[in-house]
């Protein structure tokens, strides 16, 4: 997996690197959001992790300007602002998520996983002792038989 983290705090950012290396992400980390936009426009990342307080624009201005200029990946926004009201806009403008600082690691990677999952097929056994396959882009199962 691909992460773009648009994050202008170097402890914070370093401490979201920690978790995700281990948790086989690469990233790639930009500290303005002019940059970040940039970064995000060329594609190839599975999740966009956001900060709305960055010091050339505002986060939510980032957010906007991607969704319009067609950056489709997840976005996942990061912040130490708690209103409800910025939960709202960011979700309204194309956040796929929301989370306030600090992070739960657990928690948080929970939530990157489940921004990431489209597209992936699961496989499990099933009742009739078949396997049973999801396509969570389509949300359809098919029973495969042996």
């Known amino acids: 997996m691909r992460a773009l983290l648009i994050e202008d ?5 370093d401490s979201i690197r920690t978790m995700l290396v281990p948790a086989e992400y690469e990233v790639d980390t930009v500290a303005f959001g002019e940059y970040g936009l940039a970064t995000a426009k ?3 990342h599975d999740v966009i992790i956001l900060d709305l307080m960055l010091p050339d ?3 939510h201005d980032v957010l ?3 969704r319009r200029e067609g950056v489709e990946s ?8 708690e209103e409800a009201e910025n939960k709202a806009r960011c979700l309204d403008n194309g956040a796929d998520d929301f989370l306030t600082k600090p992070l739960d690691r657990k928690g948080f990677l929970s939530r990157l ?7 992936r097929e699961a ?3 099933s009742n009739d002792g078949g396997r049973l396959a999801v396509n969570f882009d389509t949300n359809t199962f ?3 038989h042996r």
């Not at 705090?9 to 950012?13: D, E, H, I, L, R």
């Not at 997840?74 to 602002?81: E, M």
């Not at 996983?113 to 597209?119: A, P």
């Open 9 to 13: 705090n170097k402890f914070v950012s």
């Open 42 to 44: 060329r594609g190839g």
């Open 57 to 59: 624009i505002d986060g």
């Open 64 to 66: 906007c300007r991607m």
């Open 74 to 81: 997840p976005i996942l926004i990061l912040t130490g602002l």
């Open 113 to 119: 996983d489940g921004l990431t999952q489209g597209g």
């Open 123 to 125: 496989v499990s056994p």
């Open 142 to 144: 098919l029973i495969m």
